[in-house]
């Protein structure tokens, strides 16, 4: 079965640091436009940056820019999103999502693959 799996959330606390892992089942991400997007309870899902296939300039969404970075190992075919400085507002359920079209893309239309999440949680 073609998957995305996410991993590396949990509890942390307000000004920490995360890194979360986006890895390929029966799906090579190299081939892929990969964004990461999350959810938060009663709000929709919000696009929080992305990186095109050939590991070019990844695009952050405002709220994160600055103190996120993502990046992809095709040796390892795993994307990562990493995230600094850590606050409240950073809590939601994260998902990364594979593209075939040229990207980076913001809207979540436009990816077609997408994994079940995995839960960030800061904590004040």
């Known amino acids: 079965q073609v998957q995305l799996v996410e991993s590396g959330g949990g509890l942390v606390q307000a000004g920490s640091s995360l890194r979360l892992t986006c890895t390929g089942s029966?799906?090579?991400?190299?081939?892929?436009?990969m964004g990461w997007f999350r959810q938060a309870p009663g709000k929709e899902r919000e696009f929080v940056g992305g990186?095109?296939?050939?590991?070019?300039?990844?695009v952050y969404a405002d709220s994160v820019s600055g103190r996120s970075t993502i990046s992809r190992s095709n040796t390892k075919n795993a994307v990562y999103l990493e995230m600094n400085s850590l606050n409240t507002e950073d809590t939601a359920v994260y998902y990364c999502?594979?593209?075939?079209?040229?990207?980076?893309?913001?809207?979540?239309?436009?990816?077609?693959?997408w994994g079940q999440g995995t839960q960030v949680t800061v904590s004040s």
């Open positions: 999502a594979a593209s075939t079209v040229a990207g980076p893309r913001i809207s979540s239309a436009e990816y077609a693959t």
């Open positions: 029966r799906l090579f991400l190299g081939n892929y436009h």
């Open positions: 990186i095109n296939r050939s590991g070019g300039r990844p």
